[in-house]
């Protein structure tokens, strides 16, 4: 039985899958940055108690959002 490496597996995807185009990653950088000072803002205005929990989880996807992004790039 012949042993598959890492190696033999990458050959056989298509080379288009290794490709990403940098105003891609540039575009989600921004809008994920954009989303968090968004959500940050409207925590600090807000005056309503019921809107805190459903900011709180958007501001706190939208950190998960950039922290995935960080981690993709390194």
């Known amino acids: 039985m012949k042993k598959e490496t ?37 925590i600090i205005i807000t005056d309503t108690w019921y809107l805190l929990l459903p900011l709180w989880i958007l501001h706190g996807l939208s950190i998960l959002a950039l922290f995935q992004l960080g981690h993709d790039i390194a």
């Open 6 to 42: 890492l190696s033999a597996v990458r050959l056989t995807l298509p080379r288009q899958i290794f490709y990403s185009p940098l105003w891609k990653g540039l575009f989600f950088f921004f809008r994920d940055l954009i989303l968090f000072v968004f959500f940050s803002y409207l």
